[in-house]
């Protein structure tokens, strides 16, 4: 893609610096980068202070076995403790750790001291289920405080958990315990979705049916929805009310080798079939509450944290479970979905509880961008200071929106790269430091070392594209795929010696900043040029009458392949129009020069999007060169595919 795209969407007039009040109180300023380019291994030995060490380490890293890190290897210590225990003795048990709100309207906050005898409860209860350490636990949960109890019950347990997003079908869930080998699954009889409970446990029962759960020996059952009709198998079957709340609140955390694992976790699938991702815990913990410090600069003192993401994902991992409660955080955990009931119920609780950060998904900025202005325009969002956005690359189009119409065109947005394989966040601006650019994830966290190569492994220059890649080790990195080390190296170590590639493509532009491109699979290649389906789709969005678009490239005969974008329209805008392919496709020619016109451009209802939120282009790759659809288990609702499929034939083409 030329470089004089790239300078149309990056206008001169749009780059923000950073507030002159938030800047001169920052937690972390440019200094960070300085320490941490001129010694890296120090820098993150200094950040493992932050946490509460039974042993401290005395080596940072052992990189002898590359790529198989150990970070911190001597060190011992708990990441329950660290996340709930140290607090309450530190004088902070009265502070609010989780203001739950319920999808009905049902709330209740725990404070760290609540927190601390619940998690004791549940780690007794699992004692008595048999769990020990080592031993894996599948978590399906709605977003309820259980599920991070049980988390944190785990971790303290040292028991590995493996959360499946609680939307998931019994298949997808059997797999995922099968992989594990899980022995004890902690579920719920349903949640709230949309309004009205939606029963969990029943896909616990199918996905137990299946050959390799066998040694699964107990489901534990919170009571959520008061459903009448679950199903229960004596002998397996607990309820949580009956095995937790007759337990101990007292229980003394044992401490574990730094390099223990915490969990395994599934990558969204918008590649291929998933992969279970290990990671450990001292390292793991430093990075996530570390980032979480720098990038949101947080005060714990003051603010009220919230990150919008389903603990099902390594977001929820990171920054609902783990990163604000090591840090002392109090936080908001909002089990249902932004538009129920109705679509002003984010900026509601942002209202009710004074959320000062919120990190979100740039799927659910257009989403809000699509209902209208006025929604959030209704409530008072003064309350917030920072904002981040994480998932896939954010169009330009929804991070100004965002800043003006949810951050009152003051608070810095940061959008934070990274992925469930590297823990934490590796790329994105400081709120204190940074002169962001709307769209781009910018630079290297201090410690983080990340570039954008070519073909041939050499770095490229500022204003040219390629892949990105990792250059050295970070503590939060994953340790290997459960089970299979070969797919480890094969995926992330075999395409450039000795880096780390992440399957995303990048480019830096004229300042050396970076712009993710979105998965390199995703590139197109059209009459000999390599076009970013990103570019194209943020191209689209950027039309006032587009509110979110997918681009796939589809083979063609003549230039390889064409593009085909896929557009859901804003409220008034008509998928009848006649006139509005051929004016969408003039404004992407017009953003981005002819050759990124899209050949065909698809109005839809829907996009076929993960869990987490991702739109899945390989199944729209599928529909547009009319093959079968491949695996479609982590997508949200199948039947998207079936809509999309029956309008292809008479769907808008020109040439
Ligand atoms: P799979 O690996 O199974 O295909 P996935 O990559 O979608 O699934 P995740 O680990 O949840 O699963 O997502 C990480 C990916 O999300 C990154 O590789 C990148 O493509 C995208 N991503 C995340 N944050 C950003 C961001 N701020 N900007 C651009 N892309 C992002
Ligand atoms: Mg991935």
Redesign the pocket.
Known sequence: MSNESLANLLKEDRRFAPPAELAANANVTAAAYEQAAADRLGFWAEQAKRLSWETAPTETLDWSNAPFAKWFADGKLNVAYNCVDRHVENGLGDRVAIHFEGETGDSRSLTYADLQREVSKAANALIELGVRTGDRVAVYMPMIPETVIAMLACARLGAPHSVVFGGFSADALATRIQDADARVVITADGGYRRGKPSALKPAVDEALTKPGTENVRNVLVVRRTGQEDVAWTEGRDVWWHEVVERQSDRHTPEAFDAEHPLFILY??????K??GILHTTGGYLTQVAYTHHAVFDLKPETDVFWCTADVG??TGHSYIAYGPLANGATEVLYEGTPDTPHQGRWWEIVQKYGVTILYTAPTAIRACMKWGDDIPAKFDLSSLRVLG??????NPEAWMWYRKHIGADAAPIV???????TGAMMLSPLPGVTTTKPGS?QVPLPGIAATVVDDDAHEVPDGAGGYLVLTEPWPSMLRTIWGDDQRYLDTYWSRFEGKYF???GAKKDEDGDIW?L??VDDVMLVSGHNISTTEVESALVSHPKVAEAAVVGATDPQTTQAICAFVILRGTASADDEGLVAELRAHVAQQLGPIAKPKRIMPVAELPK?R?G?IMRRLLRDVAENRDLGDVSTLTDSSVMDLIQAKLPGAASED
Do not use: F, H, M, N
């Not at 990558?267 to 291929?272: I, L, Q, Y």
């Not at 956005?389 to 954010?394: D, K, L, N, R």
């Not at 959008?415 to 394989?421: K, L, S, Y």
């Open positions: 990558t969204s699938g918008t590649t291929g998933p992969k994902w390594v956005s994480v998932g896939e690359p954010i959008d934070t790269w990274w992925q469930t394989e994830a992440a399957g995303d993710l979105g998965r993960t987490s991702k």
